[in-house]
């Protein structure tokens, strides 16, 4: 280190000496053994810019900015592994400012944009990104995702973003009031909501609690048959073969304060009756809440997932749990509900959905992988 120091000290002392020649070589010798000495590399753009000699004197500023953000990347994927996107996202806005070009700091941007939410913010990075690199299948899978557009390519073995269907303001308002309504009036018969055990089924708070109603025929009349109509839109970006549709899995769920659902898929159970969840190939879950939320929390979090192991890698795309908007996913996608939080007993400020799977026919196990 001081010899390094030693030689940015002679390499300036050369350059107010006006011996430029000298200086760049110094520099240059400095810059080969520390190439993420960002003072020389700007000193060395500044002697370049003053020569004339314009191309190189940018071609350095780059390199300057690009070492200057390095140290920030780490620090922003450090900060996004532990689950702070906030801070994360702050810190790559400035290694964006700093090097435009950073096909990591866009990647970890788009993670984070994700994980909070911003699907806006989620596409602007991808495209960014697809624009430096047009081939880039996670570039080009993430820019269709969050443009709304089928898959742009299918990439096994690939860890990409996990597919998800998302509309707002979904059902007419009068069948979101009778949903809401009709959640509030049965509240009483909700019973505790179970998980699969190799037992049977059970419910088990420490990985799920909530409370459902099942097959509330009332809703179903109307329901399924706008699901089934949905259906060909909503496969067509995901991206999923043709099946034909069998049963129409639908429950009425409440959350309230401290309800969650840990990370599970809803199919492909090994140790699950394969009648109970083979055949599932997409999930929903339809929202209902009062405006605003009096609720915090509830985010549904769609995990990136192995398609080798099926093991959740790292957080995937958080969905909001806005009031009339519905999500649609493949079923074998790892999934997580986060914890409400919630101040009230009042049912109706709580967490109300219609959540449910779309069968195959054929019963057959899923043949996608996200």
Avoid: C
């Amino acid at each position: 280190m001081a010899e390094t120091e030693d030689l940015f000290s002679a390499a300036g002392a050369a350059l107010a000496g006006g011996e430029r020649e000298r200086a760049e070589r110094l520099y240059r010798q400095l810059l080969e053994r520390q190439p993420a000495h960002v003072a020389a590399w700007r000193a060395l753009a500044g002697l370049l810019e003053a020569a004339g000699r314009m191309q190189e004197a940018e071609a350095a500023e780059r390199e300057a900015a690009r070492q200057e953000a390095l140290p920030l990347l780490d620090v922003a994927e450090g900060l996004l592994a532990r689950g702070q996107p906030g801070k994360a996202r702050s810190l790559l806005q400035r290694v964006l400012a700093l090097d435009p070009a950073s096909e990591r700091a866009l990647r970890l941007g788009a993670d984070a944009a994700r994980v909070a939410g911003d699907y806006p913010a989620a596409l602007d990075h991808y495209r960014r990104l697809a624009a430096l690199r047009p081939m880039n299948p996670l570039a080009r899978a993430g820019a269709a995702l969050f443009a709304g557009e089928p898959p742009a390519l299918h990439a096994p073995g690939l860890v990409l973003p996990s597919p998800f269907v998302r509309w707002t303001d979904w059902l007419p308002l009068e069948r979101r009031d009778e949903v809401f309504a009709y959640a509030l009036s049965h509240r009483s018969e909700m019973a505790d909501a179970t998980v699969w055990q190799p037992d049977g089924y059970k419910a088990m708070t420490g990985v799920r609690r909530a409370s459902v109603l099942y097959e509330p025929e009332p809703i179903l009349e109307w329901f399924v048959p706008l699901l089934r109509r949905s259906l060909p839109e909503v496969r067509r970006r995901l991206g999923m073969p043709a099946f034909e549709v069998g049963r129409v899995e639908l429950q009425l769920t409440f959350h309230g304060d401290g309800g969650f659902y840990d990370q599970h898929r809803d199919t492909g159970w090994p140790e699950a009756p394969a009648e109970e969840t083979d055949p599932r190939r997409i999930s929903f879950v339809a929202y209902f809440a009062r405006r605003p939320r009096r609720f915090s929390g509830g985010e549904l979090l769609l995990f990136d997932t192995d398609p080798r192991s099926g093991q959740a890698l790292r957080d995937g795309t958080l969905v909001e749990p806005d009031d009339n908007s519905v999500v649609f996913f493949p079923s074998v996608v790892l999934h997580e509900v986060r914890p409400i939080r919630l101040d009230s007993t009042d049912p109706a400020d709580g967490r109300i959905t219609l959540n449910g799977w779309i069968h195959d026919a054929a019963g057959r196990a899923p043949d996608y992988r996200p």
